[in-house]
């Protein structure tokens, strides 16, 4: 497993950048793209000689993103396995096992994959921003500057899973602890390998600069499908950000930039907004074109997330298959599933989860091969809810409650949430984030950004935020060639 790893990193480090670009290309962020014909053996000077080809490789970028290891499926998958909401039926060690029952090393295999995506997706838009540099005037500056924003946009969010996921949460010691090595130019051989960790907190503000920058150049408005950052998408992203560092009053301040003060609560352009049911923003198959929708990862027949990677094939039928089934159970380990806040009659428990062969099951993405359900990056439900704790904390209650009723009574209209204090609100919140955002990759990062222990069903038991096992650790291969470690 070791020389397997360390093989595949040298030998990606030495090939042409051109080429890794070029390969991502060739998986599309939109539909009319998936069908162009590919140009091949393009030498590396001619990469960006034309618009055509610069804009093959903004696409690159985020198709780098979507790979099935990494935003395709992998990343939501482990960060909501490993806490208390599923349970694992099939044993399967190619499917997160390891992940679930927190035995997971520097070795596995699945967490070493996810580490490598991310770093490639890095390192190519750091080719890209380079690259820029060299060929002026291909593009208007109007353009370069919108594929720009494009391309940090997307270094922000890798940092920010691989930071959450590989890292002590910046709440803990108010970002203190080792991060990441922080990648800021191109590499194309080993010569740069050696890097030591910057801070978590070093880390947090290129993600936040990168951002900051973004917002910035970023077009207004984005394409009907969301499949490409615009300024709303920095912004949304943002809120996460700021949450996650326990920063309240910039998440209100960010937040307020594409929430209207009052309900109904939409984007001052009315252009983002929640839909009128849960089932319309999970419609089937899911696309990107609601008002909901902030970023998604489209897929299509030609263009799935690839073997064992998809959201259908883990929690729906998956043709016959459940990976990881509900836990109905209470307790300690109980899932969110029997909890009383999610009613019986909540739409997001009638239309979103299931029966099947005596099991409860998440129906959020299609249970039928190729699964081709587009995968929600950030959805306007959860700025809602990032701006409502953060005005339970730090600002607003009276706000903070009718944030968190229109995600609430959206589903459950005849039983909206009352709040009995603050920290009694804050509860609902955070419960509220477990029923709506089940699924998509919350869980774990909740928990830990706030400093609490992980219920681990897989485990059995509570993983302490000093246990080994807290967060993941950094990939054997990733120590083997970079000794500044």
Request: glycine fraction near 6%; charged fraction near 20%; aromatic fraction near 10%.
């Amino acid at each position: 497993m070791k020389s397997i790893y360390r093989k595949h990193t040298r030998k990606l480090l030495k090939v042409s950048f051109a080429t890794l670009v070029f390969t991502a290309s060739l998986s599309s962020c939109s539909k009319d793209f998936l069908n162009l014909r590919p140009e091949l053996n393009i030498p590396e000077d001619n990469m960006f000689d034309t618009p055509e080809r610069i804009l093959t490789h903004v696409h690159g970028l985020y198709a780098s993103a979507k790979d099935g290891r990494l935003m395709a499926g992998r990343y939501f998958i482990y960060n909501d396995i490993r806490a208390e909401e599923f349970v694992n039926r099939t044993t399967n060690g190619v499917t997160g096992l390891n992940v679930y029952n927190h035995t997971n090393d520097a070795a596995t295999t699945q967490v070493n994959n996810f580490w490598i995506q991310g770093y490639m997706t890095i390192n190519r838009v750091n080719k890209f921003l380079e690259d820029f540099d060299l060929y002026p005037g291909v593009v208007s500056p109007e353009l370069e500057a919108n594929y720009r924003a494009e391309a940090k946009f997307v270094r922000a969010w890798m940092y920010y899973a691989l930071v959450h996921m590989f890292a002590t949460p910046y709440t803990q010691d108010n970002g203190a602890s080792p991060g990441l090595p922080l990648r800021l130019q191109a590499e194309t051989n080993t010569e740069n390998n050696s890097l030591p960790r910057s801070t978590v907190a070093e880390v947090y503000q290129q993600i936040l600069t990168d951002l900051n920058e973004a917002e910035a150049d970023l077009p207004e408005s984005g394409s009907a499908d969301k499949t490409r950052a615009y300024r709303n998408t920095a912004i949304a992203l943002k809120t996460r950000v700021y949450l996650a560092m326990g920063d309240y009053p910039n998440v209100i301040a960010e937040a307020n930039k594409i929430v209207s003060p009052a309900a109904p609560f939409t984007s001052p352009d009315g252009s983002l907004g929640l839909e009128t049911s849960v089932e319309i923003a999970f419609a089937t198959p899911y696309a990107g074109n609601n008002r909901e929708n902030i970023l998604s990862m489209p897929m299509e027949e030609n263009n799935a997330p690839g073997t064992q990677n998809q959201m259908g094939y883990y929690y729906n039928t998956g043709n016959g298959n459940i990976e990881y089934y509900l836990n109905t159970t209470t307790g300690n380990l109980g899932g969110i599933y029997a909890h009383p806040q999610w009613g019986e009659n909540d739409a997001r428990k009638t239309q979103l989860t299931a029966e099947a062969s005596g099991l409860q099951i998440l129906t959020k993405w299609a249970g039928e091969a190729p699964f081709i359900d587009w995968i929600p990056v950030i959805r306007y439900a959860e700025v809602l809810l990032n701006l409502a704790e953060a005005e339970a904390e730090a600002g607003d209650q009276a706000r903070a409650l009718a944030l968190v009723n229109a995600v609430h009574t959206r589903s459950d209209a005849e039983n909206p949430l009352t709040s009995s204090g603050n920290e009694d609100l804050i509860e609902k919140i955070l419960t509220e984030r477990r029923i709506e955002l089940l699924g998509e990759g919350f869980r774990a990062p909740d928990l830990m950004r706030r400093g609490q222990a992980i219920p681990s069903y897989g485990a059995g038991g509570m993983i302490s935020p000093n246990s080994s096992s807290y967060v993941f650790p950094i990939p054997v291969g990733e120590v083997q060639t970079n000794p500044d470690l």
